[in-house]
Protein backbone atom coordinates (compact mmCIF):
# COMPACT_ATOMS: atom_id res chain seq x y z
CA UNK A 1 0.00 0.00 0.00
CA UNK A 2 2.78 2.42 1.27
CA UNK A 3 4.93 1.55 -1.91
CA UNK A 4 1.79 2.29 -4.01
CA UNK A 5 1.32 5.56 -2.50
CA UNK A 6 5.13 6.45 -3.16
CA UNK A 7 4.66 5.53 -6.86
CA UNK A 8 1.37 7.79 -7.24
CA UNK A 9 2.23 10.64 -5.24
CA UNK A 10 6.26 10.71 -4.74
CA UNK A 11 8.53 12.93 -7.08
CA UNK A 12 9.55 10.69 -10.31
CA UNK A 13 13.60 9.92 -11.29
CA UNK A 14 15.04 11.61 -14.32
CA UNK A 15 16.11 8.96 -16.31
CA UNK A 16 20.13 8.67 -16.50
CA UNK A 17 21.94 9.63 -19.18
CA UNK A 18 24.69 7.40 -21.11
CA UNK A 19 27.31 10.04 -20.24
CA UNK A 20 26.66 9.38 -16.48
CA UNK A 21 26.36 5.66 -16.46
CA UNK A 22 29.81 6.08 -17.84
CA UNK A 23 31.62 8.48 -15.23
CA UNK A 24 30.18 6.19 -12.53
CA UNK A 25 31.85 3.40 -14.14
CA UNK A 26 34.97 5.05 -14.31
CA UNK A 27 34.88 6.35 -11.11
CA UNK A 28 34.05 2.73 -9.65
CA UNK A 29 37.27 1.62 -11.75
CA UNK A 30 39.44 4.48 -9.91
CA UNK A 31 38.27 3.94 -6.47
CA UNK A 32 38.89 0.11 -7.22
CA UNK A 33 42.42 1.12 -8.46
CA UNK A 34 43.00 3.24 -5.46
CA UNK A 35 42.44 0.56 -3.38
CA UNK A 36 44.26 -1.77 -5.47
CA UNK A 37 47.56 0.48 -4.57
CA UNK A 38 47.27 1.83 -1.21
CA UNK A 39 47.13 -2.25 -0.69
CA UNK A 40 50.77 -3.05 -2.71
CA UNK A 41 51.81 0.19 -0.66
CA UNK A 42 51.27 -1.42 2.33
CA UNK A 43 53.16 -4.70 1.10
CA UNK A 44 56.02 -2.61 -0.15
CA UNK A 45 56.48 -0.53 2.87
CA UNK A 46 56.99 -3.98 4.47
CA UNK A 47 60.45 -4.74 3.37
CA UNK A 48 61.23 -1.10 1.63
CA UNK A 49 62.03 1.68 4.10
CA UNK A 50 60.40 5.09 3.66
CA UNK A 51 63.36 6.99 3.85
CA UNK A 52 65.13 5.21 1.02
CA UNK A 53 64.08 7.27 -2.32
CA UNK A 54 64.31 4.68 -5.20
CA UNK A 55 65.77 7.28 -7.42
CA UNK A 56 68.80 7.22 -5.03
CA UNK A 57 68.65 3.29 -5.53
CA UNK A 58 68.67 3.84 -9.06
CA UNK A 59 71.40 6.35 -9.07
CA UNK A 60 73.94 3.69 -7.29
CA UNK A 61 72.91 0.73 -9.64
CA UNK A 62 73.86 3.11 -12.55
CA UNK A 63 76.91 4.18 -10.78
CA UNK A 64 77.81 0.47 -9.76
CA UNK A 65 77.69 -0.85 -13.51
CA UNK A 66 79.30 1.94 -14.73
CA UNK A 67 82.44 1.19 -12.28
CA UNK A 68 82.04 -2.55 -13.51
CA UNK A 69 82.62 -1.45 -16.54
CA UNK A 70 85.39 0.49 -16.32
CA UNK A 71 86.82 -1.96 -14.24
CA UNK A 72 86.04 -4.65 -17.11
CA UNK A 73 87.85 -2.05 -19.67
CA UNK A 74 90.81 -2.07 -17.55
CA UNK A 75 91.38 -5.72 -17.80
CA UNK A 76 91.05 -6.16 -21.36
CA UNK A 77 93.64 -3.23 -21.85
CA UNK A 78 96.13 -6.26 -19.59
CA UNK A 79 96.22 -7.90 -22.61
CA UNK A 80 98.22 -5.94 -25.16
CA UNK A 81 101.39 -4.00 -24.79
CA UNK A 82 101.32 -0.32 -26.33
CA UNK A 83 103.81 0.83 -28.87
CA UNK A 84 105.59 3.96 -27.06
CA UNK A 85 108.51 4.42 -29.68
CA UNK A 86 110.29 3.47 -32.99
CA UNK A 87 113.48 4.32 -33.59
CA UNK A 88 113.96 3.71 -37.31
CA UNK A 89 112.22 0.69 -39.25
CA UNK A 90 110.63 -1.46 -37.73
CA UNK A 91 107.27 -3.90 -38.03
CA UNK A 92 104.99 -6.22 -36.71
CA UNK A 93 103.69 -9.55 -38.11
CA UNK A 94 99.64 -10.74 -37.03
CA UNK A 95 101.24 -14.31 -36.95
CA UNK A 96 104.14 -16.46 -37.95
CA UNK A 97 102.94 -15.90 -41.49
CA UNK A 98 101.37 -12.80 -41.80
CA UNK A 99 102.78 -10.30 -44.36
CA UNK A 100 105.17 -7.76 -41.90
CA UNK A 101 103.35 -4.03 -41.92
CA UNK A 102 105.22 -0.73 -40.68
CA UNK A 103 105.01 -0.79 -36.68
CA UNK A 104 103.62 2.96 -35.59
CA UNK A 105 103.37 4.55 -32.30
CA UNK A 106 100.01 3.53 -30.26
CA UNK A 107 100.03 0.50 -32.06
CA UNK A 108 98.25 -2.31 -29.41
CA UNK A 109 100.24 -6.11 -29.68
CA UNK A 110 98.97 -9.17 -28.95
CA UNK A 111 99.26 -12.69 -28.75
CA UNK A 112 100.86 -13.81 -31.99
CA UNK A 113 102.18 -10.58 -32.85
CA UNK A 114 105.82 -10.43 -33.97
CA UNK A 115 107.99 -7.61 -34.03
CA UNK A 116 110.86 -7.29 -36.30
CA UNK A 117 113.66 -4.67 -36.00
CA UNK A 118 116.53 -3.53 -39.03
CA UNK A 119 119.66 -2.31 -38.56
CA UNK A 120 119.91 0.88 -36.23
CA UNK A 121 116.61 0.50 -35.12
CA UNK A 122 114.78 0.28 -32.24
CA UNK A 123 110.98 -0.46 -30.35
CA UNK A 124 109.85 0.54 -26.92
CA UNK A 125 106.48 -0.98 -25.56
CA UNK A 126 104.16 -0.47 -22.56
CA UNK A 127 102.31 -1.93 -20.38
CA UNK A 128 99.58 -1.21 -17.87
CA UNK A 129 101.17 -1.79 -14.53
CA UNK A 130 104.05 -0.06 -15.82
CA UNK A 131 106.47 -2.71 -17.21
CA UNK A 132 108.60 -1.77 -19.76
CA UNK A 133 110.25 -3.97 -22.87
CA UNK A 134 112.71 -2.38 -25.68
CA UNK A 135 113.57 -3.98 -28.60
CA UNK A 136 117.13 -4.09 -29.91
CA UNK A 137 118.46 -3.63 -34.04
CA UNK A 138 118.60 -6.76 -35.67
CA UNK A 139 115.99 -8.89 -33.36
CA UNK A 140 112.71 -10.84 -33.71
CA UNK A 141 110.33 -10.83 -30.61
CA UNK A 142 107.61 -13.30 -30.80
CA UNK A 143 104.88 -12.20 -27.95
CA UNK A 144 104.02 -15.78 -27.30
CA UNK A 145 101.24 -15.00 -24.48
CA UNK A 146 99.55 -12.05 -22.64
CA UNK A 147 97.40 -12.51 -19.66
CA UNK A 148 95.50 -11.23 -17.44
CA UNK A 149 93.28 -13.84 -14.98
CA UNK A 150 90.87 -12.05 -12.93
CA UNK A 151 89.77 -14.97 -10.68
CA UNK A 152 93.13 -15.36 -9.52
CA UNK A 153 94.48 -12.02 -9.93
CA UNK A 154 98.17 -12.76 -12.19
CA UNK A 155 99.39 -11.80 -14.54
CA UNK A 156 101.04 -13.89 -17.00
CA UNK A 157 103.24 -12.83 -19.95
CA UNK A 158 105.47 -15.00 -22.29
CA UNK A 159 107.80 -14.15 -25.05
CA UNK A 160 110.47 -15.64 -27.66
CA UNK A 161 113.29 -13.90 -28.95
CA UNK A 162 114.34 -15.92 -32.20
CA UNK A 163 117.58 -13.31 -32.22
CA UNK A 164 118.63 -10.15 -30.96
CA UNK A 165 118.04 -8.65 -27.40
CA UNK A 166 115.75 -7.06 -25.26
CA UNK A 167 115.69 -5.11 -22.12
CA UNK A 168 112.57 -5.44 -19.79
CA UNK A 169 111.50 -3.47 -16.58
CA UNK A 170 109.29 -5.50 -14.85
CA UNK A 171 107.32 -2.93 -12.64
CA UNK A 172 106.51 -3.95 -8.85
CA UNK A 173 103.07 -3.63 -9.98
CA UNK A 174 103.29 -6.55 -12.35
CA UNK A 175 101.80 -8.55 -9.11
CA UNK A 176 102.54 -11.17 -5.82
CA UNK A 177 101.38 -14.28 -8.27
CA UNK A 178 102.53 -12.62 -11.77
CA UNK A 179 105.57 -14.13 -13.90
CA UNK A 180 106.90 -13.05 -17.23
CA UNK A 181 109.48 -15.05 -19.40
CA UNK A 182 111.45 -14.53 -22.30
CA UNK A 183 112.11 -17.89 -24.27
CA UNK A 184 115.16 -18.08 -26.85
CA UNK A 185 115.87 -21.23 -28.99
CA UNK A 186 118.31 -22.19 -25.93
CA UNK A 187 117.32 -20.86 -22.72
CA UNK A 188 114.49 -19.60 -20.48
CA UNK A 189 114.30 -16.61 -18.35
CA UNK A 190 111.57 -16.24 -15.64
CA UNK A 191 111.38 -13.35 -13.91
CA UNK A 192 108.74 -10.95 -11.97
CA UNK A 193 109.53 -7.82 -10.58
CA UNK A 194 113.76 -6.71 -11.84
CA UNK A 195 115.21 -4.68 -14.43
CA UNK A 196 117.30 -7.68 -16.89
CA UNK A 197 117.76 -8.41 -20.59
CA UNK A 198 118.40 -11.73 -22.66
CA UNK A 199 120.72 -11.68 -25.50
CA UNK A 200 120.66 -14.20 -28.30
CA UNK A 201 123.22 -13.32 -30.85
CA UNK A 202 122.05 -16.28 -33.36
CA UNK A 203 119.14 -18.35 -34.05
CA UNK A 204 121.77 -21.31 -32.90
CA UNK A 205 123.78 -19.65 -30.64
CA UNK A 206 123.85 -19.31 -26.95
CA UNK A 207 122.02 -16.90 -25.10
CA UNK A 208 123.16 -14.36 -22.09
CA UNK A 209 120.77 -13.39 -19.46
CA UNK A 210 122.02 -10.10 -17.40
CA UNK A 211 120.40 -9.08 -14.30
CA UNK A 212 120.91 -5.41 -13.28
CA UNK A 213 118.38 -5.44 -10.75
CA UNK A 214 116.04 -7.97 -8.69
CA UNK A 215 116.61 -12.05 -9.79
CA UNK A 216 116.13 -13.52 -12.36
CA UNK A 217 115.53 -17.76 -12.57
CA UNK A 218 117.32 -18.77 -15.86
CA UNK A 219 117.73 -22.62 -17.02
CA UNK A 220 118.13 -24.16 -20.37
CA UNK A 221 116.65 -27.32 -21.63
CA UNK A 222 119.20 -29.28 -19.50
CA UNK A 223 119.95 -29.14 -15.97
CA UNK A 224 117.92 -27.12 -12.76
CA UNK A 225 117.22 -23.50 -13.27
CA UNK A 226 120.01 -21.42 -11.35
CA UNK A 227 119.12 -17.54 -9.24
CA UNK A 228 120.79 -15.03 -11.23
CA UNK A 229 120.92 -11.91 -9.09
CA UNK A 230 121.22 -8.06 -9.56
CA UNK A 231 125.07 -7.15 -11.71
CA UNK A 232 124.85 -11.00 -12.43
CA UNK A 233 124.79 -12.79 -15.75
CA UNK A 234 124.78 -16.29 -17.25
CA UNK A 235 125.45 -17.87 -20.47
CA UNK A 236 123.27 -21.01 -22.04
CA UNK A 237 124.25 -23.45 -25.01
CA UNK A 238 121.26 -25.13 -26.48
CA UNK A 239 120.91 -27.95 -25.17
CA UNK A 240 122.99 -27.44 -22.28
CA UNK A 241 122.62 -26.66 -18.70
CA UNK A 242 122.89 -22.51 -17.46
CA UNK A 243 126.51 -22.10 -16.67
CA UNK A 244 127.94 -20.19 -14.10
CA UNK A 245 127.13 -16.73 -12.90
CA UNK A 246 129.74 -13.79 -13.64
CA UNK A 247 129.63 -10.29 -12.94
CA UNK A 248 128.33 -7.44 -15.24
CA UNK A 249 130.86 -5.63 -16.95
CA UNK A 250 130.56 -1.98 -17.21
CA UNK A 251 129.32 -1.86 -21.02
CA UNK A 252 126.78 -3.97 -20.14
CA UNK A 253 125.98 -2.04 -17.55
CA UNK A 254 125.78 1.17 -19.26
CA UNK A 255 123.52 -0.39 -22.05
CA UNK A 256 120.41 -0.89 -18.87
CA UNK A 257 121.04 3.30 -18.70
CA UNK A 258 117.86 3.66 -21.14
CA UNK A 259 115.42 6.05 -20.60
CA UNK A 260 112.33 3.77 -21.04
CA UNK A 261 113.88 1.50 -17.78
CA UNK A 262 114.72 4.34 -15.55
CA UNK A 263 111.67 6.96 -15.89
CA UNK A 264 109.13 6.46 -13.20
CA UNK A 265 106.71 4.17 -13.17
CA UNK A 266 103.02 6.12 -12.77
CA UNK A 267 101.48 5.27 -9.13
CA UNK A 268 98.48 2.84 -9.17
CA UNK A 269 95.28 5.13 -8.10
CA UNK A 270 92.51 3.71 -5.82
CA UNK A 271 90.19 4.03 -8.10
CA UNK A 272 91.71 1.43 -10.29
CA UNK A 273 92.56 -0.88 -7.45
CA UNK A 274 88.95 -0.51 -6.53
CA UNK A 275 87.63 -1.46 -10.09
CA UNK A 276 89.76 -4.70 -10.38
CA UNK A 277 88.93 -5.87 -6.75
CA UNK A 278 85.42 -5.34 -7.34
CA UNK A 279 85.56 -7.29 -11.04
CA UNK A 280 87.91 -10.35 -9.12
CA UNK A 281 84.77 -10.75 -6.73
CA UNK A 282 82.40 -10.87 -9.51
CA UNK A 283 84.62 -13.30 -11.47
CA UNK A 284 81.79 -16.09 -11.81
CA UNK A 285 78.97 -13.94 -13.36
CA UNK A 286 81.32 -12.22 -15.29
CA UNK A 287 82.72 -15.41 -16.88
CA UNK A 288 79.56 -17.38 -17.23
CA UNK A 289 77.96 -13.87 -19.47
CA UNK A 290 80.98 -13.93 -21.34
CA UNK A 291 82.07 -10.13 -20.28
CA UNK A 292 85.56 -8.88 -21.27
CA UNK A 293 88.38 -10.91 -22.10
CA UNK A 294 89.11 -12.32 -19.21
CA UNK A 295 86.30 -14.90 -19.75
CA UNK A 296 87.79 -16.86 -22.90
CA UNK A 297 83.89 -16.40 -24.00
CA UNK A 298 80.32 -17.50 -22.65
CA UNK A 299 80.36 -19.70 -20.02
CA UNK A 300 84.35 -21.30 -20.23
CA UNK A 301 85.02 -21.42 -16.76
CA UNK A 302 88.07 -22.65 -14.84
CA UNK A 303 86.72 -26.47 -15.21
CA UNK A 304 87.08 -25.58 -19.09
CA UNK A 305 90.61 -24.24 -18.89
CA UNK A 306 91.53 -27.69 -17.12
CA UNK A 307 89.58 -29.42 -19.94
CA UNK A 308 91.00 -28.10 -22.81
CA UNK A 309 94.82 -28.57 -20.92
CA UNK A 310 94.00 -32.51 -20.68
CA UNK A 311 92.74 -32.45 -24.35
CA UNK A 312 96.18 -30.27 -25.34
CA UNK A 313 98.13 -33.08 -23.80
CA UNK A 314 96.31 -36.14 -25.40
CA UNK A 315 97.13 -34.44 -28.98
CA UNK A 316 100.79 -33.94 -27.75
CA UNK A 317 100.48 -37.66 -26.23
CA UNK A 318 99.25 -39.11 -29.96
CA UNK A 319 101.93 -37.33 -31.23
CA UNK A 320 104.70 -39.14 -28.78
CA UNK A 321 103.44 -42.54 -29.11
CA UNK A 322 104.95 -43.95 -32.48
CA UNK A 323 108.61 -42.85 -30.98
CA UNK A 324 111.14 -45.79 -29.99
CA UNK A 325 113.65 -43.18 -28.27
CA UNK A 326 112.78 -39.77 -27.24
CA UNK A 327 114.76 -36.73 -27.73
CA UNK A 328 117.22 -36.04 -24.88
CA UNK A 329 115.72 -32.25 -24.34
CA UNK A 330 113.13 -30.15 -25.96
CA UNK A 331 112.62 -26.15 -26.19
CA UNK A 332 109.39 -25.86 -24.24
CA UNK A 333 108.00 -23.02 -26.47
CA UNK A 334 108.48 -24.57 -29.79
CA UNK A 335 108.54 -28.40 -29.62
CA UNK A 336 110.91 -28.21 -32.77
CA UNK A 337 113.22 -31.27 -31.46
CA UNK A 338 109.80 -33.07 -31.70
CA UNK A 339 108.76 -32.63 -35.24
CA UNK A 340 106.00 -30.66 -34.84
CA UNK A 341 105.11 -27.70 -37.62
CA UNK A 342 104.67 -24.36 -35.80
CA UNK A 343 101.22 -24.06 -36.53
CA UNK A 344 100.42 -27.92 -34.88
CA UNK A 345 102.70 -26.84 -31.71
CA UNK A 346 100.46 -23.66 -31.39
CA UNK A 347 97.44 -25.35 -31.17
CA UNK A 348 99.23 -27.51 -28.72
CA UNK A 349 100.61 -24.87 -26.61
CA UNK A 350 97.99 -22.23 -26.68
CA UNK A 351 96.12 -23.76 -23.88
CA UNK A 352 99.12 -24.14 -21.23
CA UNK A 353 99.81 -21.54 -19.44
CA UNK A 354 102.35 -19.09 -20.62
CA UNK A 355 101.77 -21.40 -23.78
CA UNK A 356 104.97 -23.64 -23.29
CA UNK A 357 105.87 -26.60 -21.64
CA UNK A 358 106.69 -26.10 -18.12
CA UNK A 359 109.82 -29.47 -18.21
CA UNK A 360 110.40 -31.77 -20.13
CA UNK A 361 112.57 -34.82 -19.31
CA UNK A 362 113.51 -38.42 -20.85
CA UNK A 363 113.57 -41.25 -18.50
CA UNK A 364 117.09 -43.03 -17.97
CA UNK A 365 116.65 -46.01 -20.46
CA UNK A 366 115.45 -43.19 -23.30
CA UNK A 367 112.25 -45.52 -23.56
CA UNK A 368 110.08 -43.50 -21.79
CA UNK A 369 109.69 -39.33 -20.88
CA UNK A 370 107.87 -37.08 -18.17
CA UNK A 371 106.65 -33.36 -19.40
CA UNK A 372 104.98 -31.01 -16.81
CA UNK A 373 102.54 -28.04 -18.04
CA UNK A 374 100.36 -25.70 -15.89
CA UNK A 375 96.51 -25.09 -17.21
CA UNK A 376 95.53 -21.56 -17.50
CA UNK A 377 93.15 -21.74 -15.09
CA UNK A 378 92.95 -19.53 -11.55
CA UNK A 379 95.74 -21.35 -10.01
CA UNK A 380 97.61 -22.80 -12.83
CA UNK A 381 96.75 -26.38 -11.82
CA UNK A 382 99.57 -28.80 -12.95
CA UNK A 383 99.49 -31.70 -15.33
CA UNK A 384 101.84 -34.07 -16.36
CA UNK A 385 102.07 -36.80 -19.47
CA UNK A 386 104.12 -39.91 -19.67
CA UNK A 387 104.08 -43.13 -21.95
CA UNK A 388 100.91 -43.63 -19.86
CA UNK A 389 98.71 -40.60 -20.90
CA UNK A 390 97.71 -37.54 -19.32
CA UNK A 391 97.53 -36.95 -15.71
CA UNK A 392 96.85 -34.19 -12.52
CA UNK A 393 100.07 -33.56 -11.24
CA UNK A 394 101.43 -32.78 -7.52
CA UNK A 395 101.99 -29.03 -6.56
CA UNK A 396 105.88 -29.40 -6.24
CA UNK A 397 106.35 -32.55 -7.66
CA UNK A 398 108.45 -30.77 -10.63
CA UNK A 399 111.23 -29.75 -8.41
CA UNK A 400 112.37 -33.37 -8.13
CA UNK A 401 112.86 -33.48 -11.64
CA UNK A 402 115.13 -30.62 -12.08
CA UNK A 403 118.07 -32.37 -11.22
Known amino acids: ?144 MIEYNRGGAWRGRSFFLSVGQIWARVSPRFGKGSEMRVYTPSSVAAVRGTIFSVYQPSATGSTNIRCAEGMIAAFGFRGAPIAVPANGQTSIGRGQAAGPVQSLSSSDWRSFNQMDLTKPIPPEYWLETFELTLTQLLDAPLTILGIGKCSWGVGSADFARRAATLEGLRLLHQHLEGYINYPEYVNPATLAEIGLSSEHAHRILSVFHGEALELYRPLADGRGFIIFVRSRDKVRTPYKLTTFGPQRAQEGEINSYWY
Open 1 to 144: MFEALRRLFGKKEKPRTEEEILADAFAAVKRDQERKARTRRKKYRRWWPEWLDRRVVIGLAIVVVAIIGDGVRRENQEFYATVTKVYGRAYVQNSATARAEPLKVGAKLADRNVVQTDSGSSVAMEFPDGSVITVAPDSRLVVK
